[in-house]
C-alpha cells in the first residue's frame, strides 16, 4: 500500500518520521493530524502512544492540538492479545487515558493519502497510517 509506512527498520522509520514532520498537504483537511497503527500488540501499543504524541507536538505548532486522533486496528478481538489477560485492565486504562480509539477485529482494506479504509467498511480520514512486522524476522535477509 503506497501510503502505509512501515517502521521495521531505521530507514523505514526516518522515512516515517520526515513524513510526520512535513506540514500536512491541504491544511483544512479532515484527518491532517490523525494517524492509524495496523496491529495492535506491543509494538503496535507503543508506536500508538507515540504517535499521539509526536503529532500532538506537530499540531500544537499550528494550533490545532485538539485535531490529533490516534487509531490502533489488529485482527484480534482485544488490545495486546499475546500479553494476556493479567496485564488488559492497566493497558485498557492507558489507551482510554490517551484518548486513543481502538478498532478491535478489523484489518485495514484500503490507504490513500487521505484516508483509511477498515475491513468492514468504515473509513476514517487519516493523513498517516503505519505498520510494523512487530518482534522478530521481517524479511528473508533477517532470518
Known amino acids: 500500500m503506497q ?28 484527518g491532517r493530524y490523525t494517524a492509524v497503527a495496523v496491529g495492535a500488540g506491543f509494538t503496535g501499543l ?29 485482527r484480534a478481538d482485544v488490545i495486546g492479545p499475546e500479553l494476556g489477560e493479567g496485564p488488559r485492565p492497566n493497558i485498557d486504562e492507558a489507551v482510554d487515558e490517551l484518548k486513543i480509539e481502538r478498532r478491535p ?11 483509511v479504509t477498515f475491513s468492514d467498511g468504515e473509513v476514517i480520514p487519516a493523513g498517516r497510517c503505519a505498520r510494523h512486522g512487530g518482534l522478530g524476522p ?6
Open 3 to 30: 501510503y502505509v509506512f512501515d517502521i521495521d527498520t531505521l530507514p523505514a522509520a526516518a522515512a516515517f518520521d520526515h513524513h510526520l514532520r512535513r506540514p500536512p498537504q491541504r491544511m483544512s483537511s479532515a
Open 46 to 74: 507503543e508506536i500508538s502512544t507515540a504517535l499521539g504524541e509526536r503529532l500532538r507536538t506537530i499540531a500544537d505548532t499550528h494550533d490545532a492540538g485538539g485535531e490529533v486522533r490516534v487509531t490502533l486496528v489488529d
Open 105 to 115: 477485529g478489523k484489518t485495514v482494506t484500503s490507504v490513500t493519502a487521505d484516508e
Open 138 to 143: 521481517h524479511g528473508p535477509d533477517d532470518r
